[in-house]
Nanobody, 123 residues
Framework: QVQLVESGGGLVQAGGSLRLSCAAS????????MGWFRQTPGKEREFVAG????????EYANSVKGRFTISKDHAKNTVYLQMDSLKPEDTAVYYC????????????????WGQGTQVTVST
């Protein structure tokens, strides 16, 4: 059973930065894509970023391209999300995810989820 534990959320002013971490345990294979999603009240959970098993190929939602960077430390089995130039609309609960796939409708989905960490960006 894969377990994901996020850390690093908090309150930051617009234009500031935060770094989220996600430590994974219980993974039986390393060749899956990991990533981050976010959700605000009343809205569906949306894909933010993903990193392929090789740690080199990455994917980003258009809304965060150029501002967020996802990375992976294989030795620590940890995925990071560096968030710069944060905007109030980035406010959400951020979820780490493992075993990401793209559904037939082109949307990202995941098999395993962390508990979520709150990110709040003030004006």
């Amino acid at each position: 059973q894969v377990q994901l534990v996020e850390s690093g959320g908090g309150l930051v002013q617009a234009g500031g930065s935060l770094r989220l971490s996600c430590a994974a345990s219980g993974r039986t294979a390393s060749f899956y894509t990991m990533g981050w999603f976010r959700q605000t009240p009343g809205k569906e959970r949306e894909f933010v970023a993903g990193v392929h098993y090789d740690g080199k190929n990455t994917e980003y939602a258009n809304s965060v391209k150029g501002r967020f960077t996802i990375s992976k430390d294989h030795a620590k089995n940890t995925v990071y999300l560096q968030m710069d130039s944060l905007k109030p609309e980035d406010t959400a609960v951020y979820y780490c995810a493992d075993h990401l796939v793209i559904n037939v409708d082109g949307r990202w989905a995941a098999e395993y989820w962390g508990q979520g960490t709150q990110v709040t960006v003030s004006t």
